[in-house]
T-cell receptor, first 117, second 112 residues
Framework: AQTVTQSQPEMSVQEAETVTLSCTYD???????LFWYKQPPSRQMILVIRQEAYKQQNATENRFSVNFQKAAKSFSLKISDSQLGDAAMYFCAYRSLPSGGSEKLVFGKGTKLTVNP | NAGVMQNPRHLVRRRGQEARLRCSPM?????VYWYRQLPEEGLKFMVYLQKENIIDESGMPKERFSAEFPKEGPSILRIQQVVRGDSAAYFC??????????FGQGTRLTVV
């Protein structure tokens, strides 16, 4: 079974600075998807970024980018130019390909990000 | 196109009562997932359904919990004879085939 580990329960960053959230995972599959979700106090789960394992290029969405190291099974999220609205819980998640099994997401325990003005 | 709609947002039940949580997927989405989030935890998968079929229920407790996604109407997560340990936020997500799932805002169940 796949597992996802987020080793940083809490992180803080100054507004306009850069922060990196760590995520490692364990799987025997060769192709899969990885995600970062943001959960603000409203509880809404918001997709931040997605990475396909077969793509070597790291995904980027505006101020959000990932460092995907397939061999090391590492998938960190970098937030540049942090804004107050980035404060939230961030969850890393793994998903098998449809042909590889269930399409369920496997989540880490989350990292609480605080942005200081 | 409305997002994934869950209702109610908050539900309070006494121990031993039944809880019914509803999820209306986004238009055109045929896949529905239910997740549970305990305090200070990540989301844990419960069940994956397509119209009229349960595809994967490996995360569902063996007793008291059931889920359905009928041909017409919302998906329902049903918890019978609730206990305090069932208190959690329950999230529904929907997707078309092999696409990113979109989440609802969750139902917070409190068992008193």
């Amino acid at each position: 079974a796949q597992t996802v580990t987020q080793s940083q329960p809490e992180m803080s960053v100054q507004e306009a600075e850069t922060v990196t959230l760590s995520c490692t995972y364990d799987t025997s599959e060769s192709d899969y998807y990885l995600f970062w979700y943001k959960q603000p106090p409203s509880r809404q789960m918001i997709l931040v970024i997605r990475q396909e394992a077969y793509k070597q290029q790291n995904a980027t969405e505006n101020r959000f980018s990932v460092n995907f190291q397939k061999a090391a099974k590492s998938f960190s999220l970098k937030i540049s130019d942090s804004q107050l609205g980035d404060a939230a819980m961030y969850f890393c998640a793994y998903r098998s390909l449809p042909s590889g099994g269930s399409e369920k997401l496997v989540f880490g325990k989350g990292t609480k990000l605080t942005v200081n003005p | 196109n409305a997002g994934v709609m869950q209702n109610p947002r908050h539900l309070v039940r006494r121990r031993g009562q039944e809880a019914r949580l509803r999820c209306s997927p986004m238009k055109g989405h045929s896949h529905v997932y239910w997740y549970r989030q305990l305090p200070e935890e990540g989301l844990k998968f419960m069940v994956y359904l397509q119209k009229e079929n349960i595809i994967d229920e490996s995360g569902m407790p063996k007793e008291r919990f059931s889920a359905e996604f009928p041909k017409e109407g919302p998906s329902i997560l049903r918890i019978q004879q609730v206990v305090r340990g069932d208190s959690a936020a329950y999230f529904c997500a929907s997707s078309p085939m092999d696409r990113n799932p979109f989440f609802g805002q969750g139902t917070r169940l409190t068992v008193v």
